[in-house]
């Protein structure tokens, strides 16, 4: 910390803090609206005889809410315990068949259904949950969300300094594409944020922090469940300690609230950190769109492919899109080289932008199986009517002649079945530039 610039910007954050918070105004429209919804949700439930009761979670009931373009507001529906965890979401949607303020409750699929409600610039999303009196009992992670608003207020007034802490967090990692718990991000969610924060007491010692990682795996355990570091990775299910990072959930023991953080995001927010550290100014807090910095960089170099699938937009959609870019990638490099490539997901259009910068690959000579293998040189001359013998062992010559395009209407008509399987409905090479 011994940087001279980033003393001097210590000033310009207490303004970059400011900057990012809701105004007072702003907040009490958001929080207004929120009321007059769950008090429109808790007549119904009255209505309909069921036993459940409403509280608002997320960063809308920590404050710890930055500004955006759009806000997702959680409320929950805690029902009691009479109620089937099975059934609790089939309940909710039976209320939510009338519209709310005049607009209507889209069911969304996940692990347990929920329903979206779109308000201006805001995005309603009520959830079921199940009411529990222990963290165990928890049916599914969203019956945790309860416990973990109840937390992170009571550290809250205990030092209400981290809540701009949190903001300024929040909008670093999101304006590094690096927020979001998505299978496609693969990213910090807004909750371990918040628990980060209250572990690090600031936004200037995590990104210290970060920035000075080596590759090993940072642990964490505030609330001290484990005797050590030891434990907790002999302990705890393989599949939650593969990450880069371990913070065990505070109200529950056994989960990795950074389970779905992987490896290339960590890098890729601890590169960030170091160059901001190294020279920090406001542009690390502004959220760019990198594909159109690309496209204005490299122009008509940058190829873009947009790709749509039949699936649910969000989470399902996005990691649909991204597992598919993956295999879309290794099927290019047979043909090009690769210099660029990125994935750009568009929750609003439920679409992906691919794009890339390519080169051509110089011919190249493949080799196939011995002339002894019998029958691996017989399939191989059949696939291969081009081939030649050298020193008994079978090769072809492979020309790398094809555009993108003329690869993209080969790719189109061999991976018929691979598109049709992934729910992939649209493929198309498109120009973006103006």
Do not use: W
């Not at 990012?20 to 309909?48: A, G, H, Q």
């Not at 692990?111 to 963290?135: A, C, G, M, T, W």
């Not at 790709?307 to 989470?315: A, F, L, P, R, S």
């Not at 750009?344 to 199986?369: H, M, Q, T, V």
Request: one cysteine or more; aromatic letters at 10%; proline letters at 2%.
């Amino acid at each position: 910390m011994n940087n001279p610039k980033l003393k001097n910007f210590k000033r310009e954050l207490d303004n970059q803090k400011k900057l990012i918070s809701l105004n007072s105004f702003d907040f009490k429209k958001i929080d207004e609206l929120t009321k007059i919804l769950c008090k429109d949700l808790k007549n119904r439930l009255k209505k309909n005889a069921i036993n459940a009761e409403i509280f608002i979670g997320g960063s809308l009931a920590k404050k710890t809410i930055i500004k955006k373009e759009k806000y997702d507001i959680d409320v929950f529906v805690r029902f009691d315990k009479i109620y089937s965890d099975k059934k609790i979401s089939m309940i909710l949607g039976k209320i939510l068949k009338k519209k709310i303020l005049e607009k209507k409750a889209e069911k969304i699929h996940g692990s347990r259904d929920y329903y979206q409600l779109k308000i201006d610039s805001l995005i309603f999303e009520i959830i079921p949950v199940l009411k529990i009196n222990n963290p165990n009992q928890a049916k599914n992670i969203t019956d945790l969300s309860y416990f973990h608003v109840n937390y992170l207020l009571k550290k809250i007034r205990r030092n209400k300094r981290l809540v701009k802490e949190i903001q300024i967090t929040k909008a670093f990692i999101d304006s590094q594409g690096c927020y979001g718990a998505e299978s496609y991000i693969q990213g910090f969610s807004g909750y371990a944020i918040e628990l980060l924060i209250c572990h690090y007491k600031s936004f200037l010692k995590f990104m210290k922090k970060i920035s000075e990682n080596k590759g090993e795996k940072i642990i964490i355990d505030d609330e001290r469940f484990y005797k050590n570091k030891k434990q907790i990775l002999e302990e705890l299910n393989e599949s939650k300690i593969n990450g880069p990072m371990i913070l065990i959930d505070p109200t529950f023991k056994e989960r990795n609230a950074l389970a779905g953080l992987n490896t290339n995001t960590f890098e890729k927010l601890k590169k960030q950190a170091k160059l901001f550290l190294r020279n920090p100014n406001k542009n690390y807090f502004i959220k760019k769109d990198k594909l159109n910095q690309t496209l204005k960089k490299y122009k008509e170099k940058l190829k873009v492919i947009i790709v749509k699938t039949n699936k649910q937009k969000g989470d399902i959609a996005g990691t649909k899109l991204k597992k598919f870019f993956r295999i879309f990638i290794l099927e290019l490099k047979k043909e090009f080289k690769i210099e660029l490539s990125g994935f750009k997901y568009d929750e609003r259009k439920n679409l992906a932008y691919y794009y890339f910068i390519l080169k051509k690959k110089n011919s190249e000579i493949i080799r196939g199986p011995p002339l002894n293998k019998k029958r691996n040189f017989e399939k191989f001359k059949q696939i291969h009517p081009d081939f030649f013998v050298k020193k008994n062992n079978s090769y072809r010559k492979i020309i790398h002649e094809k555009n993108l395009k003329e690869f993209l209407k080969s790719f189109l008509k061999k991976q018929k079945i691979l598109i049709k399987n992934m729910d992939i409905k649209k493929i198309k090479l498109v120009n973006l530039i103006n």
